[in-house]
T-cell receptor
Framework: GAGVSQSPSNKVTEKGKDVELRCDPISGHTALYWYRQRLGQGLEFLIYFQGNSAPDKSGLPSDRFSAERTGESVSTLTIQRTQQEDSAVYLC????????FGQGTRLTVV | SQQGEEDPQALSIQEGENATMNCSYKTSINNLQWYRQNSGRGLVHLILIRSNEREKHSGRLRVTLDTSKKSSSLLITASRAADTASYFCATVLGGGSRLTFGEGTQLTVNP
């Protein structure tokens, strides 16, 4: 597609459930990032994939968070046993130089 | 603390005025980028300035980079109400690693 696509756009889940967020990158972009943004705040780095290198997972806040990406294709961010503090917009971006962002997934944990 | 830190945190101006936002960073960089975000969703890339450049222009945007002071500024001239948004700087560290964002400046342009 022409841009970065994220799905779902919005997700409401019950506390304790697992959720999976998806990011379809721009074809050919080797780098893929996941960020979390709480209301009124900046972007919190979560994880970074660069080609076939080992991902930089240093931003993942707990072991409930994991992400996968195979090659330069789709990435999924999984949050297990969701908590209310996980409520945020999760943004995916892909790049070769400048980053192109998806519209994000707004996650609400109730 | 953040690699890129913007100031001010918030800026409110009248339409037609110029808006200046600043970004400071701590370590050497390959390039510095400015982004805009409307309504808390995806960010849009505005301009990229490389470490060997001092100034770039794009329409009403002017970006400067001072590597000796580890700082950059974004100037929006003749602002419009539609420029109301959050503006973020982001850096790519020397060595070509990940893109790191600051906390952003919330710009409000009053009609």
């Amino acid at each position: 597609g022409a841009g970065v696509s994220q799905s779902p756009s919005n997700k409401v889940t019950e506390k304790g459930k697992d959720v999976e967020l998806r990011c379809d990158p721009i074809s050919g972009h080797t780098a893929l990032y996941w960020y979390r943004q709480r209301l009124g705040q900046g972007l919190e780095f979560l994880i970074y994939f660069q080609g076939n290198s080992a991902p930089d997972k240093s931003g993942l806040p707990s072991d409930r968070f994991s992400a996968e990406r195979t090659g330069e294709s789709v990435s999924t961010l999984t949050i297990q046993r969701t908590q209310q503090e996980d409520s945020a917009v999760y943004l995916c971006a892909t790049s070769n130089t400048e980053a192109f962002f998806g519209q994000g997934t707004r996650l609400t944990v109730v | 603390s953040q690699q890129g830190e913007e100031d001010p945190q918030a800026l409110s101006i009248q339409e037609g005025e110029n808006a200046t936002m600043n970004c400071s960073y701590k370590t050497s960089i390959n390039n510095l980028q400015w982004y805009r975000q409307n309504s808390g969703r995806g960010l849009v890339h505005l301009i990229l300035i490389r470490s060997n450049e001092r100034e770039k222009h794009s329409g009403r945007l002017r970006v400067t980079l001072d590597t000796s002071k580890k700082s950059s500024s974004l100037l929006i001239t003749a602002s419009r109400a539609a420029d109301t948004a959050s503006y973020f700087c982001a850096t790519v560290l020397g060595g070509g690693s990940r893109l790191t964002f600051g906390e952003g400046t919330q710009l409000t342009v009053n009609p």
